[in-house]
């Protein structure tokens, strides 16, 4: 019973403090959900993406004015 009470008390007794947990709940869930997704993505297409590839393609500027 204590637990409850002290959550009660520290969250949820005052609105202004309930809508900024939810706030922030949900912004810090955000933020941990896009970056794992991003990882996830990343690590899946592995040397597909233009980052990977981009070596390939594009030459430094500075070889180019050189020669």
């Known amino acids: 019973m204590a637990v409850s009470t002290l959550i009660y008390n520290t969250l949820f007794r005052r609105n202004a403090v309930y809508v900024g947990s939810v706030l922030f709940g949900a912004f810090a ?3 941990v959900f896009d970056s794992a997704i991003d ?3 990343d690590a899946k297409n592995a040397g ?3 980052k990977d590839i981009k070596a390939k393609y594009v030459s430094n500027d500075l070889d180019e004015a050189e020669e």
């Open 29 to 31: 869930f955000e933020m």
């Open 48 to 50: 597909k993406q233009w």
């Open 39 to 41: 990882r996830y993505w």
